[in-house]
């Protein structure tokens, strides 16, 4: 079992930024692969990063790409992802995920933190 538990989460303008933490518990963090989703209200879950195991493989949503930056410390057991020129429509529950393979399916992660609550304000 793993236990992931999101932070940073916060209302900010657009064009601002916010730095979202996920930490994790339970079993060896660098055995998984780690993704970040958000899911607006009415949408679906959608895909917005993913980190291997190691961090030396990164994918992000084309919305995202040059704005978000996804890190992951192993040592300290967490992931980062760094969020630059916030916009609107990126308003949503933020979640960390963890699973056996790099992937942009939510299929694909085992276990799932709470979420944290991203507010952009136009």
């Known amino acids: 079992q793993v236990q992931l538990v999101e932070s940073g989460g916060g209302l900010v303008q657009a064009g601002g930024s916010l730095r979202l933490s996920c930490a994790a518990s339970?079993?060896?963090?660098?055995?998984?692969?780690m993704g970040w989703f958000r899911q607006a209200p009415g949408k679906e879950r959608e895909f917005v990063a993913a980190?291997?195991?190691?961090?030396?493989?990164?994918y992000s949503a084309d919305v995202v790409k040059g704005r978000f930056t996804f890190s992951r410390d192993n040592a300290k057991n967490t992931v980062y992802l760094q969020m630059n020129s916030l916009k609107p429509e990126d308003t949503a529950v933020y979640y960390c995920?963890?699973?056996?393979?790099?992937?942009?399916?939510?299929?694909?992660?085992?276990?799932w933190g709470q979420g944290t609550q991203v507010t952009v304000s136009s």
């Open positions: 980190i291997s195991r190691s961090g030396g493989r990164i």
């Open positions: 995920a963890a699973g056996a393979r790099l992937g942009q399916s939510t299929s694909g992660y085992d276990y």
């Open positions: 339970g079993r060896t963090f660098s055995s998984y692969a």
